[in-house]
């Protein structure tokens, strides 16, 4: 950041750190000790896919490197506002390998050159009483936040407080709470 920047009161926009999801194991085992929330073995990346030949190749490398492990295919959806997911999930459920596909989906992407398409990845967890919960990261902020819709678009907004309560420390959490975006029918949640 220059002398100009500082003077005017800009700040640097936060770098991603695509290893922060390598934490959602650790989390997992606190939302469960304390809110007894389970993962459920399904994540997803949300991306705005550009077209062209180029994405297309990329796309067709990051399904065959998800694939080759022998688990469930790669599912990819799309929403309506035009952004593509990727979903993985794992049968038994296991959260680690959860993380490590949704981290070799955006560093394929982010070395591809298509980082700044990327918007979000997500893993969700159930609770005792069926309720939705997704640690959502912000790929272009580099931090978390929940998000726990109900029935409806409506969303548990004391539930997820509580879990940023509780994981304040072990995921780098988004401290603006405007910036949690509802990511309603989301695949994979």
């Not at 100009?4 to 939302?31: E, H, T």
């Not at 907004?157 to 949690?180: F, I, K, M, T, Y």
């Amino acid at each position: 950041m220059g002398f100009l920047d500082a003077v005017m009161g800009r700040k640097k926009a936060a770098r991603p750190d695509l290893d922060a999801l390598f934490a959602l194991p650790n989390a997992a085992i606190s939302l469960q000790v304390s809110l007894d929330m389970m993962p459920t073995g399904r994540g997803s990346v949300a991306f705005r896919a550009p077209e062209g030949r180029a994405f297309a190749d990329v796309e067709a490398q990051v399904r065959a490197l998800l694939d080759a492990d022998g688990g469930a295919p790669v599912e990819v959806a799309s929403d309506e506002f035009g952004y593509t997911w990727l979903v993985v999930h794992t049968e038994p459920v296991d959260l680690p390998s959860v993380v490590t596909d949704l981290h070799a989906v955006n560093t394929t992407l982010v070395e591809a050159g298509f980082g700044p398409q990327l918007l979000c990845s997500q893993a969700s967890f159930r609770g005792p009483q069926g309720e939705s919960l997704a640690l959502v990261y912000l790929y272009k902020r580099g931090t978390f936040y929940p998000f726990c819709p109900t029935d409806g678009e409506q969303r548990d907004n004391v539930l997820e407080l509580r879990v940023r309560d509780l994981l304040n420390g072990e995921l780098p959490l988004e401290p603006d709470l405007s910036r949690w975006f509802a990511i309603w029918g989301a695949p994979g949640l």
